[in-house]
């Protein structure tokens, strides 16, 4: 029987998650940063969001079944968001300018938070991180 380490597996396994903001999909793959233009639904003008996608832990690992769960952390970033400088905590599924056309496809991704931190920098960017949990079945190798 061989064994597989976690190590491998995360090198060997691909996480991807898509985004909907508006009609523009942003999908942004394990610790890679996705930049991608977003319409913004208020001001009608676009703006950059950067993506970038954490593997923080897998667990519930079973090769028996072929399924596993994924804990990820995701850091979004708008440019010239035109927000006042601050922050602001929501709940996880209240999406506040300029996070508020976020949907996250699929019916597998659970927030692991119940809320989240919005920050806006004095140079126009608003960033927030979203831990998620993803549940993934019949995996292959």
């Known amino acids: 029987m061989q064994q597989l380490s976690i190590q491998t597996f995360i090198v060997c396994v691909t996480v991807t998650v898509k985004l909907t903001f508006g ?15 977003m319409d ?4 009608g003008e676009k ?3 950067q993506i970038g996608m954490t593997i923080e ?3 519930d690992f079973n090769l028996k079944q072929s399924n596993f769960k994924a804990s990820i952390s995701l850091l979004m970033v708008v440019e010239k968001s035109g927000r006042p ?4 905590i929501v709940k996880h599924d209240q999406y506040l300018y300029p996070f508020s056309d976020l949907q996250f496809t699929g019916n597998k991704v659970q927030p ?12 126009g960017t608003t960033s927030t991180r979203s831990k998620l949990i993803l549940i ?3 995996f292959r190798f």
């Open 23 to 37: 009609r523009v999909f942003a999908i942004t793959n394990r610790n890679i940063t996705t930049k991608t233009a």
């Open 40 to 43: 913004d639904s208020n001001k």
């Open 57 to 59: 832990s897998i667990s």
């Open 112 to 123: 692991k938070d119940a809320y989240r931190l919005i920050i806006s920098a004095s140079d």
């Open 136 to 138: 993934f079945l019949s």
């Open 47 to 49: 703006k950059n969001l």
């Open 85 to 88: 400088p601050g922050s602001v």
